[in-house]
C-alpha cells in the first residue's frame, strides 16, 4: 500500500516526526478508514528511503495513541477512531492554518484590526458564494 508521506530532508524536525504527523493526520483525517492494512515496517522504510527503526518509532508511538493497532503474524490496521479525537483533529487544523495566515499578516504589516477586519469580509463573501452554491 502506497501513503501519500513525504519526508523534507531540509526541515529541521526528524524524520520520524515528519512520518508520524503525517500519518497521523491520514488516519484522524479519515483518509485511512478503520481496518486499513498498514504497510510493514520494512516496506514503509524502503518507500520513504529511511531505516526500519525510525517506521517502527512511528508505529509505537501511533499504537500508544490507539491510532493503529498489530496483531501478531496479521500486520498493522488503522484502529476505530471515536468521533471526540476527530473533532479535535479538525479543529486543531484549522487554528493551526488560521494562525500560519494571522502570522503572514503581521509579517507584511497589517495590524490585528485588519485581518480580523478582512477575515470578517472573507467569511461573508464564503457565507453568500455558499448560500449561491458555488464554493
Known sequence: MW????IDEQ?????????EVQ?????????LK??????????LA????CSAITVRRVYQDLENEALIRT???MGTFVAGIDTMALDEHRLEQVKEK??????VGLELGFAIMEIEQLF????????VDLKGGSL
Open 3 to 6: 501513503l501519500p508521506i513525504q
Open 11 to 19: 526541515r529541521p524536525e526528524p524524520l520520524y516526526h515528519q512520518i
Open 23 to 31: 500519518l497521523r493526520g491520514l488516519i484522524l483525517s479519515g483518509q
Open 34 to 43: 478503520e481496518g486499513t492494512l498498514l504497510p510493514s515496517i520494512r516496506e
Open 46 to 49: 524502503v518507500s520513504l528511503k
Open 71 to 73: 496483531r501478531q503474524g
Open 98 to 103: 488560521l494562525i500560519r495566515a494571522i502570522n
Open 120 to 127: 470578517k469580509e472573507l467569511v461573508e463573501q464564503k457565507t
